[in-house]
C-alpha cells in the first residue's frame, strides 16, 4: 500500500516565484513526517521534520491532519533549490518515501 | 566524525557475479538501512537493521543477503548480480529516538551488465 505520495515527479518554477511540492501520506496513527533534499548526484540531506516546526533554507511545511497532507512550500524560489525532493513517512522502525519531485527553479 | 560511510562508490559488475556492498556509520546508531534508487520509484527499502544482531526484510529483499557484521557495520551482499539491480544503494542509520531522522551515505552507483 503506498504510504507516502508525491503527485508531481517535476516542478519548475521561475526564480522568485512561489513553489509548493505536494505529500499526501496513508497512515492510520499519528504520523511522523519528513522532508528530504538531494542534489544532484548527492547524498539525501534532511531538510526538515514536521515534529520540529522549523523553517530550513526557507522552506516550511505543515501537517494537515484533515487533508492528510504535509506540502513543502517556500514563497521565493532561488536557482540553488534545484534538486530532487523526497517527503517520508516513519512507522515504527520503517520510513516510507513517496517518488520524489524534481524542482527546477528556472532563472 | 564522518557519519554514514559507504564503499565502494562505484562498480561495475557482470550477469552472475558477486559483490558486498560496505557501510559502516560512526553516530552510535541502533538502527541502519539499505535503500536502492531507481528513477521513477524513489527509494525502496531493501533490509534493516534494528539493532545488533538483528535483520529484517523490506519492501524488495529478493536477490540480496545483509549482515550486521557489528554496531557499526551493515553490509548488503549480491551473490548473483541481475541487470534488474542496476541501481543507487543508500545505506542510513538512525538513532533511536522515535522521531529520529534518516542519516545518508554518499551511495553506490552499480551496473550490472
Known amino acids: 500500500a503506498q504510504r507516502v505520495t508525491q503527485p508531481e515527479k517535476l516542478l519548475s518554477v521561475f526564480k522568485g516565484a512561489p513553489v509548493e511540492l505536494k505529500c499526501n501520506y496513508s497512515?492510520?496513527?499519528?504520523?511522523?513526517l519528513f522532508w528530504y533534499v538531494q542534489y544532484s548526484r548527492q547524498r539525501l540531506q534532511l531538510l526538515l521534520r514536521?515534529?520540529s516546526r522549523e523553517s530550513i533554507k526557507g522552506f516550511t511545511a505543515d501537517l494537515n491532519k484533515g487533508e492528510t497532507s504535509f506540502h513543502l512550500k517556500k514563497p521565493f524560489a532561488q536557482e540553488e533549490d534545484s534538486a530532487m525532493y523526497y517527503c517520508a513517512l516513519i512507522t515504527g522502525n520503517q520510513f516510507y518515501f513517496g517518488t520524489g519531485t524534481s524542482l527546477t527553479v528556472i532563472p | 566524525n564522518a557519519g554514514v560511510t559507504q564503499t565502494p562508490k562505484f562498480q561495475v559488475l557482470k550477469t552472475g557475479q558477486s559483490m558486498t556492498l560496505q557501510c559502516a556509520q560512526d553516530m552510535n546508531h541502533n538502527s541502519m538501512y539499505w535503500y536502492r534508487q531507481d528513477p521513477g520509484m524513489g527509494l525502496r527499502l531493501i533490509y534493516y537493521s534494528a539493532s545488533e544482531g538483528t535483520t529484517d526484510k523490506g519492501e524488495v529483499p529478493n536477490g540480496y543477503n545483509v549482515s550486521r557484521l557489528n554496531k557499526r557495520e551493515f553490509s548488503l551482499r549480491l551473490e548473483s548480480a541481475a541487470p534488474s539491480q542496476t541501481s543507487v544503494y543508500f545505506c542510513a542509520s538512525r538513532g533511536t529516538d522515535y522521531n529520529s531522522p534518516l542519516h545518508f551515505g554518499n551511495g553506490t552507483r552499480l551496473t550490472v551488465t
Open positions: 497512515y492510520s496513527g499519528s504520523p511522523e
Open positions: 514536521h515534529i
